[in-house]
């Protein structure tokens, strides 16, 4: 595995990837690298020849300067398991390589970034959209692969390459959880024992949607009751939102049906975590005569 600081590197080794035929597959990734990761990485593997993951953390995209100082980073570690997982290039550029002195334009996917956490995190898909789009532009994948974990980021990035016309096919992958069902995130680090203990209420109040979907309920209020009841007997969660929305817009059905989600952002103290669950609310079946 060959890391790589430059940008301009970056470019030509995937320059000449493409030119010897070779299909790029790519993750981009803020590093502390886990199991949630890992998977992207490995679905990179299978779908192209070469793989390259990028580990920037990016200050653009965060909205308080002590949360991005505080963001774990594991240079080592995370390079160990990147060569562990067969990645080909790592790209892990200084902050000065994608925002050289001048720089002026940045990349707003305007009416999806405003809300949730566009909403509660003000300016944060702008930096997300403006570096991947960076880094899109460097490497040129023809896969780049994303987590649902962050179903509005993945939803960003899609709208973007349609509406910029870039030729990358955007791979959205399933949550990785840990055993108590929370979802893997480089931000669990920062929760106390108790904290982590009351964390299990968000996996189970997405469980209780997906229970209130299964078993035909198509009130859209009613699903959210059911949700806002498990969240609420954990004394420790505040909720940020929780909204039932499509997949497209991120907005409120008119009607409960077809491919939904179930997002939730809550804080634990300090630490927000954000977590949601695609539903297939299917129309209720006719009853036969
Ligand atoms: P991050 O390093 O947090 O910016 O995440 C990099 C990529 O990994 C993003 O596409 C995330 O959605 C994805 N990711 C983070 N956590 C998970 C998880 N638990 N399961 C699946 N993908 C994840």
């Given at each position: 595995m060959e890391i790589v600081r430059r940008v301009h590197s970056m470019k030509e080794a995937c320059r000449q990837a493409r030119r010897g035929g070779k299909k790029i597959g790519f993750v981009p990734t803020m590093g502390a690298l886990h199991e949630g990761h890992l998977r992207l990485i490995r679905r990179a593997r299978e779908l192209a020849d070469i793989v390259a993951v990028s580990i920037f953390v990016?200050?653009?995209?965060?909205?308080?300067?002590?949360?991005?100082?505080?963001?774990?980073?594991?240079?080592?570690?995370?390079?160990?398991?990147?060569?562990?997982?067969?990645?080909?290039?790592?790209?892990?550029?200084p902050a000065e390589e994608l925002y050289p002195?001048?720089?002026?334009?940045?990349?707003?996917?305007?009416?999806?970034?405003r809300s949730f956490e566009g909403a509660s995190r003000p300016g944060h898909f702008r930096g997300v959209a403006?570096?991947?789009?960076?880094?899109?532009?460097?490497v040129q994948p023809d896969f780049a692969v994303f987590g649902q974990k962050d179903l509005q980021q993945a939803l960003?990035?899609?709208?973007?390459?349609?509406?910029?016309?870039l030729d990358v096919e955007i791979v959205m992958m399933p949550t990785?959880?840990?055993?108590?069902?929370?979802?893997?995130?480089?931000?669990?680090?920062?929760?106390?024992?108790?904290?982590?203990?009351?964390?299990?209420?968000?996996?189970?109040?997405?469980?209780?949607?997906?229970?209130a979907i299964a078993e035909g309920q198509r009130q859209s209020d009613r699903v959210l009751?059911?949700?806002?009841?498990?969240?609420?007997?954990?004394?420790?969660?505040?909720?940020?939102?929780?909204?039932?929305?499509?997949?497209?817009?991120?907005?409120?059905?008119?009607?409960v049906q077809g491919e939904l989600a179930l997002i939730i952002?809550?804080?634990?103290?300090?630490?927000?975590?954000?977590?949601?669950?695609?539903?297939?609310?299917?129309?209720?079946?006719?009853k036969k005569a």
């Open positions: 990016n200050p653009t995209q965060f909205d308080q300067a002590s949360d991005f100082e505080s963001y774990p980073r594991e240079e080592t570690a995370d390079a160990d398991r990147c060569i562990s997982e067969r990645v080909d290039y790592l790209f892990s550029p002195e001048g720089s002026q334009t940045i990349v707003d996917v305007t009416e999806l970034s403006t570096v991947v789009l960076k880094l899109l532009q460097i960003v990035v899609r709208r973007m390459v349609r509406d910029l016309m990785v959880r840990d055993e108590d069902n929370v979802a893997l995130s480089s931000r669990n680090q920062k929760l106390s024992a108790a904290e982590r203990e009351a964390a299990r209420a968000i996996p189970r109040a997405l469980e209780a949607a997906r229970q009751a059911a949700v806002h009841e498990v969240l609420q007997a954990e004394e420790r969660l505040k909720v940020d939102y929780v909204e039932l929305v499509d997949r497209e817009r991120l907005e409120p059905p008119t009607q952002a809550a804080f634990l103290g300090e630490t927000r975590l954000i977590d949601n669950v695609l539903l297939n609310a299917d129309p209720p079946k006719q």
